[in-house]
C-alpha cells in the first residue's frame, strides 16, 4: 500500500479556510484517495473520497493534482468543532480489503 | 440502516487474565469486517481483517487472535494479557466495493 505523510499538527482560527495536505509518492494506478475525521474516544468518520482532480461535497473539497502524488483537503470556514485529527489513506485498488491510518494530522481550532 | 456494535464500552483487566471483545454489524450482509487498536495519542494500528466466516488476516504478531463465527459477528481475543494491550479497540466495516468504512464506538481497555 502506498505510504501517507501528513503534517503531524496544524492550528487555526474559527471561520478560516483550512488546507491540509497529504504526499503520497508511490500511489498506484487504482488507488483511491480517503480521507477521515477522528474526534477523541470515538471511531474515525469518512469525509470525503476521489482519484483524481476535485471533489466536493457539504463538508469538504478534495483537490489532485494530475500526477496523484499528493492530495489537499479543504475545509471552508472551520468552527471550533472541526478540531479533530484528519487522516489520509490511499489504497483500495481493488486488489486489496485493507485500510491502514498514518499517524493523521491534529487540527486544532482557536476561537 | 447499518449499524455497527461494540462491547463492552469499558474495560479494566489484570495482567495475565483473558480477553474477549465482541462486535456485530446489523443491516448488511457479507461485510469485510476490522479490528483496530489505538494507543494513547497514537494513530490506528490495524490488528486484523475478515472478508468472510472463518477467513482472518492478521496484521501484527501478536497475543490476540481473532475470530468471525458468523457472517456479522468479529471477536478479539486474548488468553493472557500483557500491559501492552492497554488501548482503545476499535471495530469497523466495509461493504462491498464502497471506500467508506464505518467505525464502531470502541472499547477502552486498561491493562492494569
Known amino acids: 500500500l502506498a505510504k501517507t505523510t501528513q503534517p503531524i499538527s496544524m492550528d487555526s482560527y474559527e471561520g478560516q479556510e483550512v488546507n491540509i495536505t497529504c504526499s503520497h509518492n508511490?500511489?498506484?494506478?487504482?488507488?483511491?484517495i480517503t480521507w477521515y475525521q477522528q474526534f477523541p474516544s470515538q471511531g474515525p468518520r469518512f469525509i470525503i473520497q476521489?482519484?483524481?482532480t476535485k471533489v466536493t461535497n457539504e463538508v469538504a473539497s478534495l483537490f489532485i493534482p494530475a500526477d496523484r502524488k499528493s492530495s489537499t483537503l479543504s475545509l471552508p470556514r472551520v468552527s471550533l468543532s472541526d478540531t479533530a485529527v484528519y487522516y489520509c489513506?490511499?489504497?483500495?485498488?481493488?486488489?486489496?480489503?485493507?485500510?491502514?491510518f498514518g499517524t493523521g494530522t491534529l487540527l486544532a481550532v482557536q476561537p | 440502516s447499518q449499524t455497527i456494535h461494540q462491547w463492552p464500552a469499558t474495560l479494566v483487566q489484570p495482567v495475565g487474565s483473558p480477553l474477549s471483545l465482541e462486535c456485530t454489524v446489523e443491516?448488511?450482509?457479507?461485510?469485510?469486517l476490522y479490528w483496530y487498536r489505538q494507543a494513547a495519542g497514537r494513530g490506528l494500528q490495524l490488528l486484523f481483517y475478515?472478508?468472510?466466516?472463518?477467513?482472518i488476516s492478521s496484521e501484527v504478531p501478536q497475543n490476540l487472535s481473532a475470530s468471525r463465527p458468523q457472517d456479522r459477528q468479529f471477536i478479539l481475543s486474548s488468553k493472557k494479557l500483557l500491559l501492552s494491550d492497554s488501548g482503545f479497540y476499535l471495530c469497523?466495516?466495509?461493504?462491498?466495493?464502497?471506500?467508506?468504512?464505518?467505525f464502531g464506538p470502541g472499547t477502552r481497555l486498561t491493562v492494569t
Open positions: 508511490n500511489i498506484a494506478t487504482n488507488d483511491y
Open positions: 489513506l490511499v489504497g483500495y485498488g481493488g486488489a486489496t480489503n485493507k485500510l491502514i
Open positions: 443491516g448488511t450482509s457479507n461485510p469485510n
Open positions: 469497523a466495516f466495509r461493504v462491498g466495493n464502497s471506500y467508506e468504512q464505518y
Open positions: 475478515s472478508v468472510g466466516i472463518g477467513q
Open positions: 476521489g482519484y483524481k
